[in-house]
T-cell receptor, first 114, second 113 residues
Framework: DAGITQSPRHKVTETGTPVTLRCHQT?????MYWYRQDPGHGLRLIHY???????DKGEVSDGYSVSRSKTEDFLLTLESATSSQTSVYFC?????????????FGQGTRLTVV | GENVEQHPSTLSVQEGDSAVIKCTYS??????FPWYKQELGKGPQLIID?????GEKKDQRIAVTLNKTAKHFSLHITETQPEDSAVYFC????????????FGDGTTLTVKP
């Protein structure tokens, strides 16, 4: 299994509170991604990073921010959590596209906003 | 942007039978098509992939076919086993596009013993 660790694995938080999810990799892959998974919607890209301090938005980025200060860590922050952000969040990593585009996924973080 | 449709959403087969899952994509520039298997409580895991310069690829009981003209690709699982029961996702992406994948909505496959 690729060395990807997501933390926490489960979290319950209240509406309006800030939440940060962490993805840590030991593979030294350049690209990192945050997806959310909801019933009937498959996986949808929130944000991604193509290098340290280089990030960009995905298709469902509203209400989320990210940071990548080190190659191995990619943080996803919900500034003010809402019930619509209750979901399972997956981090993924990938080598440089064009050479090896396989994505490896973490185990997921189940976030519940009450 | 890319749009991927996946059918069926649920599929139930008898052990030993074949299973076929189909996906269509909209962006003709997409050139890489992976299939992922997700078991309960785990992240998706790549099981097979195909690039746009290939029409078919096989790995033991699993095969993928690609029709670029029609913009659809399919996953074929033969001699299904109970351990094949999982959710399967197709995806499409342009390898030069930072590896951003667009996923289908998933197919829940149940293999009955």
């Amino acid at each position: 299994d690729a060395g990807i660790t997501q933390s926490p694995r489960h979290k319950v938080t209240e509406t309006g509170t800030p939440v940060t999810l962490r993805c840590h990799q030991t593979e030294n892959h350049r690209y990192m991604y945050w997806y959310r998974q909801d019933p009937g919607h498959g996986l949808r890209l929130i944000h991604y990073s193509y290098g340290v301090k280089d990030t960009d938005k995905g298709e469902v980025s509203d209400g989320y921010s990210v940071s990548r200060s080190k190659t191995e860590d990619f943080l996803l922050t919900l500034e003010s959590a809402t019930s619509s952000q209750t979901s399972v969040y997956f981090c993924a990593i990938s080598e440089s596209p064009g050479k090896d585009t396989e994505a490896f996924f973490g185990q997921g973080t189940r976030l519940t906003v009450v | 942007g890319e749009n991927v449709e996946q059918h069926p959403s649920t599929l139930s087969v008898q052990e030993g039978d074949s299973a076929v899952i189909k996906c269509t994509y909209s962006d003709s520039a997409s050139n890489y098509f992976p299939w992922y298997k997700q078991e309960l409580g785990k992240g998706p895991q790549l099981i097979i992939d195909i690039r746009s310069n290939v029409g078919e690829k096989k790995d033991q009981r699993i095969a993928v076919t690609l029709n670029k003209t029609a913009k659809h690709f399919s996953l074929h699982i033969t001699e299904t086993q109970p351990e094949d029961s999982a959710v399967y996702f197709c995806a499409a992406l342009k390898s030069a596009n930072a590896g951003k994948s667009t996923f289908g909505d998933g197919t829940t496959l149940t293999v009955k013993p």
